[in-house]
DNA sequence: ACGCAAGTGTAGACAGTGGCAACATACCAC
DNA sequence: GTGGTATGTTGCCACTGTCTACACTTGCGT
């Protein structure tokens, strides 16, 4: 079923996945996902959830430059499963990933948020088709900010 | 009509935005809004052009730190309009406000991308409730990074 | 072996939606 | 006046999410 759904997100966009045509693709009647989620809200956070994992997993042991572009590469490849994930409040997302960017400014958490935020933002705009998203404009426009010493 | 449909997207979010709900609003009949918008998609496209020239007003003649914390509140006081206008393509945006960003590095593209791509992916974490958004931390973000004085 | 409960799938029905076609009305140029 | 254009209206269709009611399978207690 999140199979099925899943392959539809990604070429019918997300506004046109409808639970009735994942379950004609999944090849079961059209009330079967309902006995696995309550509604279609439950169907997407099962998609998101996933969407979590798989990037927590693309991310796994890199760091510095690699893990932003890393992060970059993951929105392109599936990006309606990214837009997915970031259109529901998850609570532990900011845990998972902002603590990944963190490490190499004066306040970790500070510094944190506001390399999640380029890295984030970065994606969103490529996506979105306002910034080119070749490999070496993202390296570029990553390798373009730094760590302010300490500013407060 | 645009009205009806501005306040509609703020209070029901943009999923739940309808044609029909729209146009009950506004008094007409179901079918009105179809003389002034080929479809959905169209209105939905008039309300993003409307918040484009509001940003773009609420950004003018800013600069510097000013100009990030304007982008931040902008997103914050009209969520569902901000997000309405990056989900779709429109090619002046990059102009208009990666533009607005540079002048501060050392490649103007490449650094007013940079700039833009921090504001907007705290202004989008933030609107996803994965950063918290009061002004304080939203100043100290936007002081976290700086521009390197020349990478490549 | 039997029955029964839970898990899963099915078909049918309902209101709400986007969108189309046909019809009505107002206005304005000539 | 007549014609044309802009606007609004009703009726209709296919599709969707979701509810209810009905079957089938499977495993477990007795």
Redo the contacts with the bound molecule.
């Keep these: 079923m999140l199979e099925a759904a899943g392959a539809l997100i990604e070429t019918e966009g997300l506004a046109g ?5 994942a379950a004609r693709r999944a090849g ?5 996902p ?3 989620f309550a ?3 439950a169907l997407l956070e099962g998609l998101a959830q996933e969407g979590v994992e798989r990037l927590e997993q693309a991310l796994a042991g890199l760091s510095g430059g690699e893990l932003g572009r890393a992060y970059v590469r993951f929105a392109q490849t599936h990006p309606q499963r990214f837009r997915l994930m970031f259109k529901r409040r998850r609570e532990a997302m900011q845990e998972r990933f902002a603590r990944a960017f963190a490490g190499l400014g004066a306040d970790a958490n500070v510094a944190g948020a506001a390399a999640w935020s380029l890295v984030h933002g970065l994606a969103c705009l490529i996506l979105d088709r306002q910034l080119p998203g070749d490999d070496e404009f993202v390296a570029r426009v990553l390798g373009a900010m730094r760590f302010a010493q300490r500013s407060a």
Tied chains: 1, 2.
């Excluded at 996945?17 to 045509?21: A, D, P």
């Excluded at 079961?28 to 079967?32: D, P």
Aim: hydrophobic share 25%; charged share 40%.
């Design positions: 996945l409808s639970v009735r045509e079961v009647s059209h009330n079967a309902y006995r696995h509604d279609r809200e």
